[in-house]
């Protein structure tokens, strides 16, 4: 899949030309800022919101055979008196911030707020559903779409994703479901998964692919429909540590969390006080268990993990 490919930390080295109608020559369209940016993508996004409709009354009642499809549409003629989304119950924002380096910038800046706004259509199952982390990895239908509507990126059948290698509004927004519950086999060698999470995520392009890592959505907020059907811890280094609790700083990116600053992040290094002994060791009880990631030897009366402490191992 093409979102699957994104990555955050990229050095951006194409620089969009356009033609000059008075010498025949080329203008470069300078990179822009994630300060003004995003501005512009929050501004267009609350007009989106304001102006269009989910098919909400389906979700409430779920008539029999409901698909759980979210469906939106303008606001206008017969669906006048619609709640518009920016008026939705069901609507949560997020500020989270972004840094230059995140898109390999070259003109420095720390911090940006960006909003990320999202529709939680459906919760998911309340008994077996378990609730993602932005960093876990999701069994997922999803559709993304620019705010003109335009279909740039969908899977109809159900895909895993690592989220920690999406677009970071992605994996927020589908942190605020839970995934679904029983599997219900459908008599044709096919199954389905009961009660999902079911979610639209709004985000403006510096939680997704900023100034061009995808063409055509260069500085364009867009729009992902998700569902959620099911969620696996992820441990990406295999450490024992799952990649959430390597997330330090608790900004659900862990790429910028680096222990012991030799260049890897946490989630990607094995050795994460760079002690030489590996982190697996180090997270086991006496008895040589993996114990509990808040109970991991070392913690004991606040004390930092002995696989975060060079001095311990």
Same mark, same amino acid.
């Given at each position: 899949?093409?979102?699957?490919?994104?990555?955050?930390?990229?050095?951006?080295?194409?620089?969009?030309?356009?033609?000059?109608?008075?010498?025949?020559? =080329?203008?470069?369209?300078?990179?822009?800022?994630?300060?003004?940016?995003?501005?512009?993508?929050?501004?267009?996004?609350?007009?989106?919101?304001?102006?269009?409709?989910?098919?909400?009354?389906?979700?409430?009642?779920?008539?029999?055979?409901?698909?759980?499809?979210?469906?939106?549409?303008?606001?206008?003629?017969?669906?006048?008196?619609?709640?518009?989304?920016?008026?939705?119950?069901?609507?949560?924002?997020?500020?989270?911030?972004?840094?230059?380096?995140?898109?390999?910038?070259?003109?420095?800046?720390?911090?940006?707020?960006?909003?990320?706004?999202?529709?939680?259509?459906?919760?998911?199952?309340?008994?077996?559903?378990?609730?993602?982390?932005?960093?876990?990895?999701?069994?997922?239908?999803?559709?993304?779409?620019?705010?003109?509507?335009?279909?740039?990126?969908?899977?109809?059948?159900?895909?895993?994703?690592?989220?920690?290698?999406? =677009?970071?509004?992605?994996?927020?927004?589908?942190?605020?479901?839970?995934?679904?519950?029983?599997?219900?086999?459908?008599?044709?060698?096919?199954?389905?998964?009961?009660?999902?999470?079911?979610?639209?995520?709004?985000?403006?392009?510096?939680?997704?692919?900023?100034?061009?890592?995808?063409?055509?959505?260069?500085?364009?907020?867009?729009?992902?429909?998700?569902?959620?059907?099911?969620?696996?811890?992820?441990?990406?280094?295999?450490?024992?540590?799952?990649?959430?609790?390597?997330?330090?700083?608790?900004?659900?990116?862990?790429?910028?969390?680096?222990?012991?600053?030799?260049?890897?992040?946490?989630?990607?290094?094995?050795?994460?006080?760079?002690?030489?002994?590996?982190?697996?060791?180090?997270?086991?009880?006496?008895?040589?268990?993996?114990?509990?990631?808040?109970?991991?030897?070392?913690?004991?009366?606040?004390?930092?993990?002995?696989?975060?402490?060079?001095?311990?191992?």
């Amino acid at each position: 899949m093409r979102m699957n490919k994104f990555l955050t930390l990229v050095v951006i080295t194409i620089i969009a030309w356009s033609c000059n109608n008075d010498d025949d020559g =080329v203008e470069a369209i300078p990179l822009r800022l994630l300060s003004e940016v995003a501005i512009e993508d929050d501004a267009e996004i609350i007009e989106y919101l304001k102006t269009h409709f989910y098919n909400y009354e389906e979700f409430e009642s779920k008539p029999e055979g409901f698909d759980y499809q979210v469906k939106i549409d303008t606001i206008a003629g017969d669906n006048a008196n619609k709640i518009s989304l920016f008026d939705s119950p069901e609507l949560k924002s997020e500020v989270i911030e972004v840094d230059s380096d995140d898109f390999g910038l070259t003109e420095k800046e720390t911090n940006i707020k960006h909003t990320l706004y999202y529709i939680v259509a459906n919760k998911g199952d309340d008994n077996q559903g378990v609730q993602p982390t932005a960093m876990d990895s999701t069994f997922v239908t999803y559709e993304g779409r620019r705010l003109s509507n335009t279909i740039f990126d969908s899977a109809d059948a159900p895909v895993w994703f690592d989220m920690v290698s999406t =677009v970071r509004g992605f994996g927020k927004g589908v942190a605020g479901l839970k995934a679904g519950g029983e599997v219900e086999e459908n008599g044709d060698g096919t199954f389905t998964i009961l009660d999902p999470g079911v979610g639209v995520i709004f985000m403006p392009s510096g939680l997704a692919y900023f100034s061009g890592t995808q063409p055509g959505l260069s500085y364009s907020p867009i729009i992902f429909k998700v569902n959620l059907f099911r969620v696996e811890e992820s441990d990406h280094d295999r450490d024992g540590v799952p990649t959430w609790k390597e997330d330090r700083d608790g900004d659900s990116n862990p790429r910028n969390d680096d222990t012991d600053e030799d260049g890897g992040p946490d989630y990607l290094d094995t050795d994460d006080d760079g002690d030489f002994t590996p982190t697996n060791e180090e997270i086991r009880n006496d008895s040589g268990e993996i114990t509990n990631p808040d109970s991991y030897p070392g913690t004991e009366n606040g004390g930092t993990a002995d696989y975060l402490n060079p001095d311990v191992n």
